[in-house]
């Protein structure tokens, strides 16, 4: 285990948690903010974090390359509902394995999560569009079901041409609304 790719990798999740921890404080989702991404501490993501470090990227993409799958994310993904990957289940009209509608909660915790993940990974080159640039360039990709897609594509475009102050009294705003 290299030192540089401990500390590394340690100081990058402690970042983009610690950033996504700012922006759930902001959108009124407090809790969701403090227990945000907790798994990646624990040794079955840490240690393959470091291990697969590069600083410009996840880890896990690293893993991917040299196994074909990253156990990391399969562990993630499954701990954490802000990641659509989480809310699939068995259809049993299809009998296939299919997306589910996300509590708008964990859409938003999402979002936050993509802002982040986009200012630590891009670091100069950040900017409001970059996060929507992203999801559109990985957007047929997805199996993601389609009203969660939606929303999370109008937030980002909403930040793209609007930006956080506007973005965040809108997600504020119908996140109340949804409360009643």
């Not at 403090?34 to 798994?39: A, F, G, I, K, P």
């Not at 809310?87 to 909660?105: F, I, S």
């Not at 986009?118 to 999801?135: A, H, Q, V, W």
């Amino acid at each position: 285990m290299k030192f540089h790719n401990f500390f590394g990798h340690l100081s990058t999740i402690t970042r983009h948690r610690h950033m996504v921890m700012h922006y759930c404080f902001r959108a009124g989702i407090f809790w969701q903010g403090c227990l945000h991404d907790l798994s990646k501490y624990s040794p079955k993501e840490f240690f393959a974090g470091v291990r697969y470090f590069q600083g410009n990227r996840s880890p896990n993409e690293g893993e991917r390359a040299a196994n074909g799958y990253s156990l990391a994310w399969i562990h993630h993904k499954g701990r954490n509902p802000h990641h659509f990957e989480y809310w699939t289940d068995y259809n049993q009209g299809t009998h296939t394995m299919a997306p589910v509608k996300m509590p708008l909660r964990y859409v938003i915790e999402m979002f936050c999560d993509r802002v982040a993940a986009s200012k630590i990974y891009g670091k100069k080159n950040y900017t409001d569009s970059s996060p929507l640039e992203y999801f559109l360039k990985v957007k047929k990709y997805r199996v993601i079901h389609p009203e969660t897609s939606e929303l999370l594509e109008k937030l980002l475009r909403m930040l793209s041409e609007e930006g956080e102050s506007e973005t965040f009294s809108y997600i504020r705003k119908l996140k109340e609304k949804a409360e009643y």
